[in-house]
């Protein structure tokens, strides 16, 4: 079915009131009034291929598991432990890293993601048995007597582009089991990402929209916390300098080389990485170094502000929900 050119209303409540708020190439980005959440049109994740092929994190972090470090977010779980030793869902789990986590911990976990070779990664690199190359959706309607401790669903929301799922998970919870959702807070300083973006991204939540959302959905919000700034944002914010100075200093040797890998990658298809030829090692060590000398000092004034302030510069939501 082809999608009208302008949303007639808002693709959660279906409030007629909603409201243009910016453009982004051929996307724009509209606010309901009613449930207060924004989202991109045309409204429409481009689907398993194009993580599986064509974004380039996805490919990193397939190739090469490690390379993607656990979220804020997934750390800040593997430290409270709800629900310890519990059977664990994790819906979209990319590559698997975090559910390997949890299990060392003394979890059951099972994973769904609709990337066939993020699961294929989980399954021979962490040796997962019950992840699953699904959707949220397909995952709910493969399993329904499945039930758990905990379902977990981290940094999936904004790219998802139906809810009719949502509610369905209630089905898959324990009488007293837990979701603990997070995404990106829209009021965040924009410093933070450059890639806050349609098609990946299709929609943007405030504490208001969460609440709605959720509450309207089967759910119960028991926290809603706003994540400060953590040490992995201080490499984030570094690696941002040689932009915001608009190149300044820089050569481009590494930028081809990394499009050079990107490319290799992306012909390869998933596998064991290769291994970087000496010079192209030397090559990343020197940039590296120069980044550092240079940009160091003002990165650590920069975050020790924005760690300081973390409750107005919160990056994103951690949300943990019981059923009603
Ligand atoms: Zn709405």
């Known amino acids: 079915m082809a999608i009208p050119e302008k949303p007639n209303s808002c693709v959660s409540c279906g409030a007629s009131t909603i409201s243009l708020r910016e453009t982004h190439d051929l996307y724009t980005l509209y606010e309901c009034a009613v449930c207060d959440l924004q ?101 709910v309607t493969s399993f329904p007597d499945r039930k758990f401790d905990i379902i977990t669903m981290f940094e999936i929301l904004e790219h998802l582009d139906g809810f009719d799922a949502i509610p369905k998970i209630t089905s898959l919870m324990k009488p007293d089991g837990l979701l603990v959702v997070s995404t990106p807070w829209r009021g965040r300083w924009s410093g933070f990402f450059s890639g806050d973006h349609p098609p990946e991204h299709l929609t943007r939540w405030s504490d208001k929209a969460i609440r709605i959302f959720f509450e309207t959905r089967g759910f119960r919000i028991l926290t809603l916390r706003h994540m400060p700034a953590a040490p992995d944002y201080f490499s984030r914010l570094l690696m941002r300098f040689p932009e915001w100075t608009h190149g300044w200093l820089s050569f481009g040797l590494s930028k081809k080389l990394k499009r050079k890998e990107t490319s290799n990658a992306a012909t390869r298809g998933s596998g064991t990485p290769k291994k970087a030829s000496v010079r192209n090692r030397i090559i990343r060590a020197l940039s590296t170094a120069k980044l550092y000398g240079f940009f160091f000092i003002p990165t650590v004034i920069l975050y020790g502000y924005l760690w300081a302030t973390g409750g107005r510069h919160a990056t994103g939501f951690y949300i943990s929900m019981e059923k009603i």
């Open 39 to 139: 989202f991109w049109w045309p409204f429409k994740n481009p689907g398993n291929v194009f993580y599986e092929k064509d974004n380039k994190e996805s490919i990193a972090r397939n190739e090469n598991p490690l390379s993607m470090p656990l979220l804020p977010t997934q750390r800040h779980f593997l430290r409270e432990q709800p629900k310890r030793g519990g059977m664990l869902l994790d819906l979209g789990m990319g590559s698997g890293r975090f559910i390997a986590e949890a299990k060392k911990l003394g979890y059951t976990v099972s994973g769904c993601d609709f990337d066939k070779n993020a699961v294929e990664t989980a399954k021979t690199y962490y040796g997962l048995p019950d992840v699953h190359a699904l959707s949220v959706e397909e995952y």
